[in-house]
């Protein structure tokens, strides 16, 4: 029965590793549709923070960011926080490989070559499970 839980468990942490990246996914086409923000007086003006939270790309990227949040919570009640953590990295592979297919965005092998190290690095406190 701990095995199924634990599995369980996984697998909610990986919907939201998913969840994540499809969010931040949103939340870029999103702002990429409001004028460009160079400093801290832009963000804060009225007519921003309006374009910002109406916007159906944002709103989707919240509500997917909320789920994952929800879900997250119901894997902390099994797996150990320090096991769950690292696995959040697989978030920057899964959001690259997004950004690459569905934004269009280039990425250099030497991004991913940081990328690869970072979640190598991860694996590896995974395995010390």
């Given at each position: 029965m701990r095995d199924e839980k634990a599995m369980f468990a996984l697998a909610l942490v990986l919907i939201c590793v998913l969840a994540g990246?499809?969010?931040?996914?949103?939340?870029?086409?999103?702002?990429s549709q409001i004028d460009k923000i160079s400093d801290i007086s832009d963000l804060l003006q009225l007519k921003t923070v309006w374009e910002i939270f109406t916007?159906?790309?944002i709103l989707l990227g919240?509500?997917?960011?909320a789920l994952?949040?929800?879900?997250?919570l119901g894997a902390m009640s099994t797996l150990d926080i320090s096991y769950m953590y690292p696995l959040?990295?697989?978030?920057?592979?899964l959001t690259s490989i997004l950004a690459f297919f569905l934004i269009g965005e280039n990425i250099?092998?030497?991004?991913w070559a940081g990328i690869?190290?970072?979640v190598s690095g991860?694996?590896?406190i995974t395995k010390s499970a």
């Open positions: 990246s499809a969010g931040q996914i949103f939340w870029k086409q999103g702002m916007n159906i790309y919240i509500g997917l960011y994952s949040v929800f879900l997250w959040l990295s697989l978030g920057y592979i250099t092998i030497l991004r690869v190290l970072i991860c694996f590896l």
